[in-house]
């Protein structure tokens, strides 16, 4: 796993190399096996950041997925809330028993993220999927993530048959002539309806929604969420929300949405003040921005890497232990911060902030890089074993980074 070589092609040099036979199926449940028993757990920190990062990035990688089609999914009514700690023990479970299905399926009520124990709120951390796309769910974020340029990359995927009976399922007309850029010219026009959009990734994807991580600037993992949907500002709100003290600098490819979410969500305005902006959006701030000359310093983010303060009562209160202030920044990575047209939203730069010029914002685009060198295998593993490996892979990554 760390060298991103798949067992059975190891296993078939050493045959070789050594003129025997090796049970391949022996070897890779032993190795299964020896993943689920061992604690793995306490890699998932950075020994400079703590259990409690001041910055965390977040994104999504759609191509670290398992197979998966609608009918799999189990679907029912719940309180968005899962026990984390039973989850994984049932994954655990699953593969040392040697029945991957017995305890775990893939489902929208019972399926939790992996966030560390210290690191978390309590062992009831949230997984809100199921209110994706949802006609009665009045926030309507579902589809505003997926901007057009990634819809045409998503129907990019599917063959001109494929595109053209989802052309038909929109109500378009004579399609049986259409081209395929045509088609896929058409069906962006036409998603208007937010609950089509996750049908129509089941159909052309045929896989989960993909994997979201939250990396600190040196790089090390904090959070997973293994996405059953396609990705949406609600899952990056699902592991802030978890979280014992979420982070005071949120990075991501769209804060705005992001801030927009939470603060609704949770009805008390988590990204504060001028919803997680620098600075406010007055006019002068905005021209600024637009002139690239708008400079701030927020010193409390020099704190970072400082030890916590002993004997704080912060229970209950949006204080970081690290920080001491309640201040949060939805803020873009440097690669995405043309995502937005809306002038307000320039003032989210890390680059407007003296403290952040010289931060890695690219972390979890280079966790994605390191995972893709492995998709040859673990996107056709079983959802248990997709799991666990992604896991085991990213607790070595973490080891490596603090060692």
């Not at 398992?66 to 039973?86: A, L, P, R």
């Not at 962006?188 to 990734?201: E, G, M, R, W, Y």
Request: charged share 25%; net charge neutral; hydrophobic share 35%.
């Amino acid at each position: 796993m760390r060298e991103h070589v798949p067992i059975s092609k190891h296993l078939i040099i050493t045959e070789k190399l050594y003129n025997i036979n090796i049970d391949h199926q022996k070897v890779r449940k032993a190795l299964y096996k020896y993943l689920a028993l061992i604690s793995d757990d306490n890699n998932f920190r950075c020994y400079i950041c703590g259990y409690h990062p001041v910055i965390l990035t977040f994104d999504v990688t759609r191509k670290v997925a398992f197979k998966m089609g609608k009918d799999q999914c189990h679907e029912e009514q719940y309180d968005g809330k899962v026990n984390t700690k039973v989850f994984w023990d049932n994954v655990n479970k699953c593969v040392i028993e040697g029945n991957p299905e017995k305890y775990i399926k893939p489902s929208l009520h019972d399926w939790a993220p992996f966030i560390p124990e210290i690191s978390m709120k309590s062992d009831e951390v949230l997984n809100t999927e199921y209110l994706k796309g949802n006609d009665a769910n009045d926030e309507q974020e579902f589809l505003e993530c997926l901007t057009e340029e990634s819809l045409e990359k998503l129907l990019d995927l599917a063959d001109v048959q494929n595109l053209r009976s989802l052309c038909q399922e929109c109500g378009i007309e004579n399609t049986s002539q259409l081209s395929r850029n045509r088609c896929i010219e058409k069906l962006i026009n036409a998603l208007q309806n937010h609950t089509k959009v996750d049908n129509f990734f089941v159909k052309i994807w045929h896989s989960s929604g993909g994997l979201l991580t939250a990396s600190c600037p040196h790089g090390c993992v904090y959070c997973l969420k293994f996405l059953i949907r396609p990705e949406s500002p609600r899952d990056i709100g699902d592991l802030l929300l978890s979280l014992a003290h979420p982070p005071n600098i949120v990075i991501s490819d769209i804060p705005h949405m992001v801030a927009a979410h939470v603060n609704k969500r949770e009805g008390r305005n988590l990204f504060n003040p001028y919803c997680g902006r620098v600075v406010e959006a007055s006019d002068e701030n905005i021209r600024l921005a637009e002139a690239n000359a708008l400079m701030v310093s927020k010193e409390w983010i020099n704190l970072r890497d400082s030890k916590a303060k002993s004997g704080l009562n912060i229970h209950g209160t949006d204080i970081h232990p690290l920080t001491l202030v309640t201040q949060r920044l939805s803020l873009c990575d440097r690669f995405h911060e043309g995502n937005t047209k809306q002038k307000k939203e320039f003032l989210r730069k890390t680059g407007q902030i003296k403290e952040l010029l010289e931060i890695n914002t690219e972390t979890a685009e280079q966790v994605n890089s390191f995972l893709s060198k492995s998709l040859s295998f673990i996107d056709c593993m079983s959802p248990v074993h997709h799991l666990l490996v992604v896991k085991s892979m990213l607790s070595l990554r973490n080891m490596e980074i603090n060692s």
